[in-house]
């Protein structure tokens, strides 16, 4: 079946995944940062080309080691920079065809109207209520599904198969035989442990985990952030690999992951952590830019 032999976290940059062997990972999951949005990102970026450039080179390292006929899902959305709006969305698709991924499909992730971020562009209307003064406020995201070619169902023992057999009841129940998911999104409040951090619920993981690989595989998270995906994946009895650039997420990641703590996570939970030279100190620099953001009302 292939795989890594243990959870593992590297504090250095996804462009290059050198820890990791050619299609040895089952399952991506991940959400890159949002081309400076100005709530999550603020001038991560020097521009929109230097965004593409790393989900490129992103992009051709999972080609890499992504088994074939197996499945990258990422969780990205269109930004609204100063009154522009970036096409990340189409972008993204277009990066993953040409590097040779086939597109398999897009769900749109819809978030309680009553959850949405501060906005001020549905209200331009009821100031200029004419024509041309439209601009709505945002309550999707897409999860994009590329695959690495087509995947040989027989390549898995029937008893795996069974072992990581999908609650049809949990499946009918919630709805995933949609391609609209309405998931609550996790609330920016202060205390919670990825405050600062654009973390996703743990529910998409959860799915995406259950309907795209089996038990005892590996699933990666190249843009870790906080550790949600692998927090997930080894509740559900996979392998985990995450990468994040930010060194400033290390104690965040260990106290999600409760590395180090008596009690562990799940089985086989604990984690190989690898520090490269290549790691950056974003987390208070992008703290302090988000503040400065809020109070001018962006």
Do not use: C
């Not at 995906?229 to 060194?247: F, M, P």
């Amino acid at each position: 079946m292939g795989g890594v032999k243990e959870n593992m976290i590297v504090f250095g940059d996804a462009q290059n995944m050198k820890e990791l062997a050619d299609n040895s990972i089952h399952l991506v999951v991940t959400s890159p940062p949002y081309f400076n949005a100005p709530f999550d990102y603020p001038d991560l970026f020097k521009s929109y080309d230097e965004f593409l450039t790393l989900i490129s080179n992103v992009a051709k390292e999972l080609k890499r080691v992504l088994a074939k006929g197996r499945v990258a899902a990422f969780v990205v959305d269109d930004t609204l920079i100063k009154r522009r709006k970036y096409p990340v969305v189409a972008d993204i698709t277009k990066i993953f065809i040409e590097e040779g991924f086939r597109y398999r499909e897009r769900i749109v992730w819809i978030k309680p109207e009553g959850y949405i971020r501060i906005s001020r562009r549905s209200g331009v209307l009821l100031q200029h209520p004419y024509p041309m003064y439209y601009y709505p406020d945002n309550l999707q995201e897409s999860i994009l599904i590329f695959q690495n070619g087509e995947f040989d169902y027989k390549s898995v023992s029937k008893e795996l198969r069974e072992r990581s057999k999908i609650d049809i009841g949990e499946y009918q129940k919630e709805k995933w035989y949609l391609n609209v998911w309405q998931i609550t999104n996790v609330l920016p409040v202060n205390n919670r442990l990825e405050r600062g951090i654009a973390a996703f619920p743990e529910e998409i993981p959860y799915r995406l985990i259950k309907l795209f690989s089996y038990k005892g595989e590996t699933v990666l998270d190249p843009f870790m952030g906080s550790g949600t995906t692998l927090k997930v994946a080894v509740n559900l009895e996979r392998k985990a690999v995450g990468y994040e650039i930010d060194i400033e997420l290390l104690d965040i990641v260990k106290k999600k992951l409760e590395i180090g703590q008596p009690v562990l996570i799940g089985n086989n939970s604990e984690f190989r952590i690898i520090i490269r030279e290549d790691i950056k100190h974003l987390r208070t620099q992008l703290q302090e830019r988000i503040a400065k953001n809020r109070r001018k009302g962006r």
